[in-house]
């Protein structure tokens, strides 16, 4: 039981590299997030998929972009990759987008840009 | 935006009871309240949430104040593996979809 998987763990990129980051999820979800969490703050959302072919910015949108490929896979991409970009990015599910559904969270890709 | 209150950190023995605080004065009616922890190094976990009335789980009870301006998270016998960050979260509707808003998080340490 995978439940959300997240690929790669780390990852070191050079100012102006790009790279996607991956999330799969096999619980039949229709919600899927992408957050960033930086060294002793909470989560903030960057962006969200409400269901296959639908996505919406969050609170902290600039420099990224998304895709929901299929019900199970909603990948972040990294077009030009800036310093202020080293986080840590979660990757999360839920059932729908209800204020009273859990999210599922994925262990995380450890991102640093130099 | 829905915003919550917590302690930076809390420290309690081993096999004690825990009691993590929260205040979000500005709840709304339809707001949810949830608690997520993390563990070092690992993605967030869902604890328990509610809305008005208290919740209990296998993992924690939820005490949520009669006028819901503030709650408490209650482990009932805390051990080391519950050392963790523990958030307390609002949701926010945003374009028919609710979205968690986090903080900071009570960083609570367990001694042994």
């Known amino acids: 039981n995978a439940g959300v998987t997240q690929t790669p763990k780390f990852q070191v990129l050079k100012t102006g590299q790009s790279m996607t980051l991956q999330c799969a999820q096999d619980m039949n979800h229709n919600s899927m997030y992408w957050y960033r969490q930086d060294p002793g703050m909470g989560l903030r959302l960057i962006y969200y998929?409400?269901?296959?072919?639908?996505?919406d910015k969050g609170e902290v949108p600039n420099g990224y972009n998304v895709s929901r490929l299929n019900k199970r896979e909603f990948s972040l991409r990294l077009e030009s990759a800036a310093p202020s970009q080293t986080s840590v990015y979660f990757c999360a599910s839920s059932r729908d987008g209800a204020a009273k559904n859990i999210q599922y969270f994925g262990a995380g890709t450890r991102l640093s840009v130099l | 935006d829905a915003k919550t209150t917590q302690p930076n950190s809390m420290e309690s023995n081993e096999e004690e009871p825990v009691h993590l605080p929260c205040n979000h004065s500005t709840i709304s009616g339809t707001d949810y309240i949830h608690w997520y922890r993390q563990l070092p190094s690992q993605g967030p976990e869902y604890v328990i949430h509610?809305?008005?009335?208290?919740v209990n789980n296998r993992m924690a009870s939820l005490a949520i104040a009669e006028d819901r301006k503030s709650s408490t998270l209650i482990l009932h016998r805390a051990t080391l593996r519950d050392a963790a960050v523990y958030y307390c979260i609002l949701s926010l509707s945003l374009d028919s979809n609710y979205q968690l808003i986090w903080g900071a998080g009570t960083k609570l340490i367990i001694k042994p």
């Open positions: 998929s409400a269901s296959e072919g639908t996505t």
């Open positions: 509610g809305l008005t009335s208290n």
